[in-house]
């Protein structure tokens, strides 16, 4: 009697283990997609953050070329680079409330780029963050006022007519990622 109750009490014993784990894995597997929505999320509301505070104000790069108040970079990046305002000031140093701001597809992760000056000199150093890890592509889409969509801004009319400061009228950004697909979000600017 004693080895039949063992017997019965060790299948017992498997089949809630083995329930338990299945519990366990998919609660870990429905925790690690909480993390990335939430590191996606958190990625697109600063995003959109900075776009809305977008402002008409070119810049000079190290050189002193005049940059566009939002272009996009031809550096086989996927980047986007723009003038914002809002940069806040706690410390009440004596600079602008204008920041300078790149999103970027760097190395498979979406990265925010800043400046600490607007218009740069040779030794000023970019400070970079990543803010969304393992994405497939990133692609950029705008459009103008009069809502003609362009994948390059500003656009070969607007440069050709010498309105770098202009802004487009909504932003889109489609992501692919590795593990959840595409996402497209579309922003529109004040």
Request: hydrophobic share 40%; net charge negative; glycine share 4%.
């Amino acid at each position: 009697e004693l080895l039949v109750a063992i017997g019965i009490f060790s299948m017992l014993s498997v089949m809630a283990y083995s329930g338990l784990k299945t519990v366990l894995d998919a609660r870990d597997a429905n925790q690690k997609i909480a993390e990335r929505v939430a590191e996606i999320q958190i990625a697109m509301l600063r995003l959109n953050n900075d776009l809305q505070q977008a402002v008409e104000r070119t810049v000079r790069d190290a050189f002193g070329t005049p940059l566009p108040s939002m272009m996009t970079l031809q550096t086989g990046e996927s980047s986007l680079e723009w003038t914002r305002s809002g940069y806040s000031n706690p410390g009440k140093f004596n600079r602008s409330n204008l920041q300078r701001v790149a999103y970027k597809l760097k190395e498979n992760n979406l990265v925010r780029v800043t400046w600490p000056v607007l218009d740069r000199t040779q030794g000023t150093e970019p400070v970079e963050s990543i803010l969304i890890s393992e994405i497939e592509s990133l692609e950029w889409n705008f459009n103008d006022q009069t809502n003609t969509a362009s994948s390059s801004w500003p656009t070969t009319a607007a440069v050709s007519a010498n309105r770098i400061t202009e802004l487009p009228r909504a932003v889109e950004l489609t992501i692919d990622f590795d593990d959840i697909g595409k996402i497209r979000r579309v922003i529109l600017l004040p």
